[in-house]
């Protein structure tokens, strides 16, 4: 059974700066893309940045490009999230999750809160 | 890259069939077969329920089929439960980037 943790999330200031991870198990992590995805209260999803299994290619959707940086270390089996120069519009549930083009195994998700 | 466009709402009575459409572009929807379909109730994590635009991941019921035609994806539910009532959101790959894009969500009903 694959399972994704996430961790890291809290209320932060605006301008500030968060590290999100994303702990598998269960399955060989290193095999697989990963994706961020969030979810901001009471909206739709979004897809954030992937990853490609050896780190080697990194994407990212255009409002977080040179602000988040995702990374991933295969002995650790885990994922991260590295969110600098935070917005109030950032303010969501990111989930990671394994894949892009099909993401079968979801993480619970951690809520991310940019206020002042 | 603008969302995928699907309807907000969508409804059926238990036992009847309902379709919620996804329309994108000739860069997305239309242009690979990377089309998913997410089901996701509340307060939960999305789950995959469509990939690559009609195959079903093992343990989701047959009741639950996806098509595409041109720049138009579509997911259909058959034999309507109670338990099918939730958000679904379709996906595409856009070859750009490697991005993916999301529709903004449909709210299936069970009357």
């Known amino acids: 059974e694959v399972q994704l943790v996430e961790s890291g999330g809290g209320l932060v200031q605006p301008g500030g700066s968060l590290r999100l991870s994303c702990a598998a198990s269960?399955?060989?992590?290193?095999?697989?893309?990963m994706s961020w995805v969030r979810q901001a209260p009471g909206k739709g999803l979004e897809w954030v940045a992937n990853?490609?299994?050896?780190?080697?290619?990194?994407y990212y959707v255009d409002s977080v490009k040179g602000r988040f940086t995702i990374s991933r270390d295969n002995a650790k089996n885990s994922l991260y999230l590295q969110m600098n120069s935070l917005r109030g519009e950032d303010t969501a549930v990111y989930y990671c999750?394994?894949?892009?083009?099909?993401?079968?195994?979801w993480g619970q998700g951690t809520l991310v809160t940019v206020s002042s | 890259q603008s969302a995928l466009t699907q309807p907000p709402s969508a409804s059926g009575s238990p036992g009847q069939s309902v379709t919620i459409s996804c329309t994108g572009t000739?860069?997305?929807?239309?242009?690979?077969?990377?089309v998913s379909w997410y089901q996701q109730h509340p307060g939960k994590a999305p789950k995959l329920m469509i990939y690559?635009?009609?195959k079903r991941p093992s343990g989701v019921p047959d009741r639950f089929s996806g098509s595409k035609s041109d720049n138009t994806a579509s997911l259909t539910v058959s034999g309507l439960q109670a338990e099918d009532e939730a958000d679904y959101y379709c996906?595409?790959?856009?070859?750009?980037?490697?991005?993916?894009?999301f529709g903004g969500g449909t709210k299936l009903t069970v009357l």
């Open positions: 990853i490609k299994q050896d780190g080697s290619e990194k």
């Open positions: 999750a394994r894949g892009y083009t099909g993401m079968l195994y």
């Open positions: 000739s860069s997305d929807v239309g242009g690979y077969n990377y």
């Open positions: 996906s595409s790959y856009v070859g750009t980037n490697n991005y993916v894009i």
């Open positions: 269960g399955a060989t992590f290193s095999s697989y893309w």
């Open positions: 690559e635009v009609t």
